[in-house]
T-cell receptor, first 114, second 110 residues
Framework: ETGVTQSPTHLIKTRGQQVTLRCSSQSGHNTVSWYQQALGQGPQFIFQYYREEENGRGNFPPRFSGLQFPNYSSELNVNALELDDSALYLC?????????????FGSGTRLTVV | GQQVMQIPQYQHVQEGEDFTTYCNSSTTLSNIQWYKQRPGGHPVFLIQ?????EVKKQKRLTFQFGEAKKNSSLHITATQTTDVGTYFC??????????FGTGTRLKVLA
């Protein structure tokens, strides 16, 4: 059983650029959630995908968008990067919407915007 | 909007001492989950509580869900250096999925 894998591990971008982060969910999981974690803070919910459809969104602007593919992997896209977007981006997968066994998190992508 | 606060923000304990972190939500929660994040790591799921007043134990860890389903606690008995990390509660309100708390960072001094 493979866990959740995210790529890249680290990324440095310039303000105004666009970035795509990738996530492969754990085998058997069809729900993917994305979180933003600023240094010293708790993870903030961005959005969730279930069977390729967005299934809920947190308080993030439209320049944060995502996709889920038929194999349940997912992408997070951020346009017009701002300095405050610098954070650890975490992808978490779960078995369907029934999350009794909790979310399995990937190791994250550390994004630095300069 | 919904907020989930945790206290204390930081806790330093001597190895062998007990530790408790408290989680309080501004709204009633359907359920609550607890995660542990080691320094430089990612959150790892510990447990989920669903019922009002529920108590669950995992070895030295005891989790409680309040009667009103707006608060929860995690108690660690006889801490060990392996318990170091940040403990997050995450409450499910049904609208924005899981709202993570502010976290309690535990340091265990050997």
């Amino acid at each position: 059983e493979t866990g959740v894998t995210q790529s890249p591990t680290h990324l440095i971008k310039t303000r105004g650029q666009q970035v795509t982060l990738r996530c492969s969910s754990q085998s058997g999981h069809n729900t993917v959630s994305w979180y933003q974690q600023a240094l010293g803070q708790g993870p903030q919910f961005i959005f969730q995908y279930y069977r390729e459809e967005e299934n809920g969104r947190g308080n993030f602007p439209p320049r944060f968008s995502g996709l889920q593919f038929p194999n349940y992997s997912s992408e997070l896209n951020v346009n017009a990067l701002e300095l405050d977007d610098s954070a650890l981006y975490l992808c978490a997968s779960s078995f369907s919407l029934s999350d009794y066994y909790g979310y399995t998190f990937g190791s994250g992508t550390r994004l630095t915007v300069v | 909007g919904q907020q989930v606060m945790q206290i204390p923000q930081y806790q330093h304990v001597q190895e062998g001492e007990d530790f408790t972190t408290y989680c309080n939500s501004s709204t009633t929660l359907s359920n609550i989950q607890w995660y542990k994040q080691r320094p430089g790591g990612h959150p790892v799921f510990l447990i989920q509580l669903v019922k009002s007043g529920e108590v669950k134990k995992q070895k030295r860890l005891t989790f409680q869900f309040g009667e009103a389903k707006k608060n929860s606690s995690l108690h660690i008995t006889a801490t060990q250096t392996t318990d170091v990390g940040t403990y997050f509660c995450a409450g499910y309100s049904g609208t924005y999925k899981y709202i993570f708390g502010t976290g309690t960072r535990l340091k265990v001094l050997a």
